[in-house]
């Protein structure tokens, strides 16, 4: 074979290679999406985006038994839970473009992928992401009109966190600890700005960079404080509480939906964790509903985690959008931006969404205490 | 900034100062024992230190099968448990370090005289094991179960002296006087200090190079490896990350006492620990690292070859 005709025959093949994978995308495309799901799937909070995405997976596996006709397939997005790593995984997603909607998990790779998400125009319905700016037009991660979510934010959250903490304790007076997160100083700005009087002194301990918290407990020791709060997340919060109560303190220990996670108890200990109340705009599984309770721990033989309940719902809005035809990001996000839209829940609540993204009407916030080394729920915050 | 607390709680500060200061010692051993012999910051030390941390909670729950849940336990048993997990811990830091020296140092020492490419190369090693525990661990945190309970001994001016950090302190202490008095009393140690002050003239009068360093390598892998498990028997976790953090502090510790002197690492460990606990006190913990690094640049720009650097400069390793 001359050279020639070698050029031009593996021309013709590359031609047919080409136009046969571009038949076959534009084939499926019609017939199968995907949901994205960014959150943290290994790293210290893997814990927590592992649950969320079981409800993700339960209501696509629940929705494609159902409905042949659009395919629902799931696209695994793993950002750690780290602000750094939300800007990269949001551009991947954004770029794959089977994906017509995504979930996003925490609030701090949120406001990092937002960019990605705003200039592709896909939908974000978020389960757990609370942090008040978000939805706050007047801040420079206001996330309209692409950021849509499921659960009450922070500015509920913070007076919630600060009412539990200080419940049934005789002049209180208030330690508050963040990470440094942007999840964390606004969680703490609400969380301060609702103790007024009670809240006494402060300190910043970065997430993941502070192994000895000897000097913030000498000075939740030196300002007699009976309330501490933690606003970050559950590793370092397990680490601190383990510190704190190992130095003799004695008085509450309280966190928001960050420390609320399965591990927490496991690793600050048993002794040290017993009675830590902690605050989530979430609800556990098993109270929303039985029958799909059952249905989670038939699939996945273990049991619900923290956010598995919005995350579900999450998903099943995007679904709801789906199975009403519409399959393009534009067309989704618009369905989601309709005056029109409602949603009816797990829990069988109806939900609207405002147009900045958030929920209509007031939002539901749950409390949680720990008893022998589990999380409890302990009724409406 | 509030120096009310430390009026209040000095005492207890400067206890937990030292405390910590100790670990930062027994870490700074690594980077001033392998600076000493080779005059190259060996990076991959704070990977030696995540691995012992991570081989101390394996002796005990995978060797003993204690799990995070288990209580503390007493007496003999409590002895002969710790022993095996501080033994496990120096072993497999010790052998980490020598395989290190041999990857990444040795054969670069034969072959080319640029010191940095062997520097080049450690900062290799330590990304590798750092990646390679992260993926194992799916970077997830592990806790350690409290074999040795808290017990506070004493209690002077609102201190507590706790059994386990008063552990630390002893037995740092102990094995700095041991190291001193070998390099500067054994024919292994002459052979080290010789190393030290100069490669030909040493080799020309028989002493044999790859032993003495693979020695140094061992050496410092040995006190890191018990950094580890004291670091482990005093926080009880620890996760992939954790050789950044502490590695920093120690690296730090060394250069401020004046890095390639025990004495030296000593003095900027416990240096390096009080202030950073008085600064996290008085100015916030967010700015612990801030008021460290600042001190470092501070003491640098007097004496630049840290605090003990140049008086002590015949008494490097």
Known sequence: ?381 | MDFSVLTDQFASLTFDGIALGFIYVLIALGYTMVYGVLRLINFANSEVFMLGSFATILVSTKIFNYTIESDPITGFKLVYTLLAMLLGSMIVSGLVSVLIEIVAYRRLRSRTSNRLTSLISAIGVSIVLTEGVRIATSSAPMGSPRLLDKITLVTIWGADIRLDTLLVIVFAIILLITLDLFVNKSRLGKGIRAVSMDYDTSRLMGINLNKVISTTFLIGGLGTGAAAFFYITVYEMTRFSIGFELGLAAFTAAVLGGIGNIRGAFAGGIALGLIEMYASAVLGTQWRSITAFVILILVLLFKPNGIFGESLQQARV
């Open chain 1, 1 to 381: 074979m001359n050279k020639k005709i070698k050029t031009s025959a593996a021309l013709v093949a590359a031609f047919a290679l080409a136009f046969g994978a571009f038949a076959t995308t534009s084939a499926s495309a019609a017939t199968t999406v995907k949901i994205a799901y960014q959150g943290p799937l290994t790293g210290p909070e893997a814990q927590t985006g592992t649950d969320s995405l079981r409800g993700v997976k339960l209501a696509i596996k629940l929705y494609n038994a159902k409905n042949p006709a659009v395919k629902v397939e799931v696209f695994e997005g793993d950002d750690q839970g780290d602000d750094a790593q939300g800007g990269t995984v949001g551009a991947g997603i954004a770029n794959d473009d089977a994906v017509v909607g995504v979930l996003t998990a925490y609030s701090g790779p949120t406001i990092a992928a937002l960019p990605s998400y705003k200039a592709k125009g896909i939908a974000i319905v978020s389960p757990s992401a609370t942090r008040a700016s978000l939805t706050d037009p007047t801040s420079t991660s206001y996330g309209a009109p692409v950021f849509h979510r499921i659960v009450s934010n922070d500015d509920l959250q913070g007076p919630a966190l600060a009412r539990v903490a200080t419940n049934g304790v005789k002049d209180p007076t208030v330690f508050v600890v963040d990470d440094q997160s942007s999840y964390s100083v606004g969680l703490t700005k609400a969380v301060k700005a609702a103790l007024g009087t009670a809240f006494q002194a402060g300190d910043s301990a970065a997430k993941g960079a502070v192994s000895d918290f000897s000097a913030t407990i000498a000075k939740i020791k030196k300002e007699k404080a009976n309330v501490v709060i933690y606003t970050g997340y559950y590793a370092d919060g397990a680490k601190f509480l383990k510190q704190l109560r190992d130095k003799g303190y004695k008085g509450v220990y309280a966190g928001g939906d960050g420390v609320l996670n399965s591990e927490f108890p496991k690793l600050a200990g048993k002794k040290q964790s017993e009675g830590a109340r902690l605050t989530a705009p979430t609800v556990p599984l098993d109270v929303a509903s039985p029958k799909v309770y059952a249905a989670f721990k038939k699939e996945f033989k273990a049991e619900p985690g923290v956010y598995s309940t919005e995350a579900f719902d999450a998903t099943n809005i995007f679904l709801q959008a789906i199975k009403a035809g519409k399959t393009t990001r534009a067309d989704i996000l618009a369905y989601l931006n309709s005056s029109s839209f409602s949603y009816k829940n797990t829990a069988g609540i109806t939900i609207k969404f405002q147009p900045s993204g958030d929920l209509s009407g007031s939002g539901l916030m749950n409390q949680f205490v720990v008893k022998a080394g589990t999380i409890k729920l302990n009724g409406k915050a």
